[in-house]
């Protein structure tokens, strides 16, 4: 019994990772343009490569499509003001160099800031 709920367990795993989906590459002047996507078929991330380094404004979403995340790359790097979602909580964090300058929470329907 224990040998057939362990071979049940990983047929179901590689059926699961036989239905990822390919990332779709688009030449964009000198940019090219990503997006990944989930297993369903929505799209996990989007945003740009230049020199096969990120750059450019990157969104990230959640399996059902809604945005968490959004920021820019320069060269690979993060940089400037990006955005995450949490349900309610919208967490705005600055970067400088890659590395975090601030962070900031609000509530999206109270529009209040915390730190």
Known sequence: MKRLLIIAILALSFGVNAQQIAPKFEKVGEEVKATYFHANGEISQQGFFLNEKLQGEWIMYDTKGEKIAMGNYDKGVKTGTWLFWEGDIVKEVSFDNN????????????SVVTN
């Not at 590395?99 to 329907?109: F, G, H, T």
């Open 99 to 110: 590395r975090i300058a601030s962070v900031e929470q609000m509530n999206a329907k109270e």
